[in-house]
């Protein structure tokens, strides 16, 4: 059975500080894993990786894949209030087409 | 972008009867559609996944004459909650995949709060 476990399940931090938020997974058939923000209601598509070792990167927000040592890795620097959500990783079984979510890390950033 | 319409947002209904949730897709054909169910405070739970033209692959657990399923067309699912109860109340969300390639990106409805009394 795939799975896929995120840690820590809850973080409060201070706007300014750095956040590293940790996905590991295990699969058959991996292809890709993608990581989404919810806020309040419907998750946003934040990054796919499918490579190990190539950092993805959107303005304070970065991601990198280890293939070897099958996790993840999502970095928010400077963060803001904004910040504050659940973050979902997820991995699409590729043969049975749905893909298999972490329980999420919620994250607050108080002012 | 791609985007994902979901209907109603929020549902307030008597015990007994049936509710009807639509997901969308609207710039794109989706030809794999992804029902969740989600408390608070925890991550999606995968309902059901539905394929167009097919029935429904229900996850394990997950009864499917209570939670029907209707995918008719490429942009269009349904699911029915049907004889609603108390504990049905939840928060469910549709995903949906886009036909072409790099398929594997979900684009998710607002999801829909549902409230049994």
């Known amino acids: 059975e795939d799975k896929v476990v995120q840690s820590p399940l809850s973080l409060v931090v201070h706007e300014g500080d750095t956040v590293t938020l940790n996905c590991s997974y295990e699969?058959?058939?991996?292809?890709?894993l993608l990581w989404y923000k919810q806020e309040k209601k419907a998750p946003t598509f934040l990054f796919m990786l499918?490579?190990?070792?190539i950092e993805k990167k959107s303005g304070r927000l970065s991601s990198i894949l280890d293939k070897k040592e099958l996790f993840s890795i999502l970095n928010i620097t400077a963060t803001q209030t904004g910040d504050s959500a659940v973050y979902l990783c997820?991995?699409?079984?590729?043969?049975?087409?749905?893909?298999?979510f972490g329980d999420g890390t919620t994250l607050t950033v108080k002012p | 972008g791609a985007v994902v319409s979901q209907h109603p947002s929020w549902v307030i209904c008597k015990s007994g009867t049936s509710v009807k949730i639509e997901c969308r897709s609207l710039?794109?054909?989706?030809?794999?559609m992804f029902w969740y169910r989600q408390f608070p405070k925890q991550s999606l739970m995968l309902m059901a996944t539905?394929?167009?033209?097919?029935?429904?692959?229900?996850e394990q657990g997950v009864e499917k004459d209570k939670f029907l399923i209707n995918h008719a067309s490429l942009t269009l699912s349904t699911l029915t909650v049907t004889s609603a109860h108390p504990e049905d109340s939840s928060f469910y969300i549709c995903?949906?995949?886009?036909?072409?390639?790099?398929?594997?990106?979900?684009?998710f409805g607002s999801g829909t709060q549902l409230s049994v009394l």
């Open positions: 995903s949906a995949r886009n036909r072409g390639r790099g398929n594997e990106k979900l684009f």
């Open positions: 699969v058959t058939n991996f292809r890709s």
């Open positions: 499918t490579s190990s070792g």
């Open positions: 997820a991995v699409p079984n590729t043969n049975a087409g749905k893909s298999t």
């Open positions: 710039d794109f054909q989706a030809t794999t």
């Open positions: 539905s394929n167009e033209g097919s029935k429904a692959t229900y």
